[in-house]
């Protein structure tokens, strides 16, 4: 079901997936139950798209791209500027008193759907519950999407039990991969900006 909808468009507003709920599908090979459910309707943030699209993970970036060259997902970008990104920088970099720095593909998932009245798709539940409640989002997880598919006769019960345990297994190994090189990128540019300080 759809959390927190009060309000809301019905299942066919767009879907911003967060790298985790994406990635569900796409290591066990299941990216066609997001297209028979929302084709057309399927928006990767382009943080996401360059999370999923690391050396350690490539099969992922190349389903990634298979849906997008079918012209069944689209990447979307955040323009400076915008409602989008302030809230995105926010999220991300700068949040309120009381709120935690979440990752960038998680903000820009929530920073897009909600300047485009669309639904977050997360399976972060920690991270971004109080997020999804102040700001009144639609929300759907990994396993809203399977009961859809098994309520359309989409997949079987079984199959939907097999798709969620391949999604478990291997989830901490892909969020390990994504932490690792985050960390990576921050001790990066910190050095860079001692080496500058230095020179300077």
């Known amino acids: 079901m759809v959390r927190n909808a009060k309000g809301a468009k019905s299942l066919t507003d767009s879907l911003f997936f967060d790298n985790d709920c994406l990635s569900a599908f796409l290591w066990v090979g299941c990216e066609n139950l997001l297209v028979k459910l929302y084709s057309g ?6 943080a996401v ?3 999923l699209s690391i050396p350690n ?53 929530i920073a897009l759907a909600k300047t485009n009245a669309g639904i977050l798709a997360s399976n ?21 999407i399977l009961i859809a598919a098994l309520e359309k006769n989409l997949i079987t019960e079984p199959q939907g039990n097999k798709i ?23 001790f990066q540019v910190r050095v860079t900006v001692r080496v500058r300080r230095k020179n300077e």
């Open 49 to 51: 798209y360059d999370e």
């Open 57 to 109: 993970i490539s099969h992922l970036k190349m389903r990634m791209d298979a849906l997008i060259s079918a012209g069944n997902a689209q990447i979307m970008t955040i323009k400076s500027g915008t409602e989008a990104y302030n809230l995105y920088y926010r999220l991300a970099f700068k949040p309120e008193k009381g709120n935690v720095v979440i990752g960038k593909g998680e903000a820009a998932s």
């Open 164 to 186: 969620w345990s391949g999604y478990a297994c291997q989830e901490k190994k892909v969020r390990g991969i994504i932490v690792d090189r985050l960390h990576t990128e921050h």
């Open 124 to 144: 972060n539940l920690k991270d971004i519950a109080s997020y999804v409640e102040k700001m009144n989002l639609k929300h759907l997880t990994t396993g809203d």
């Open 41 to 46: 309707k399927i928006i990767i943030p382009k």
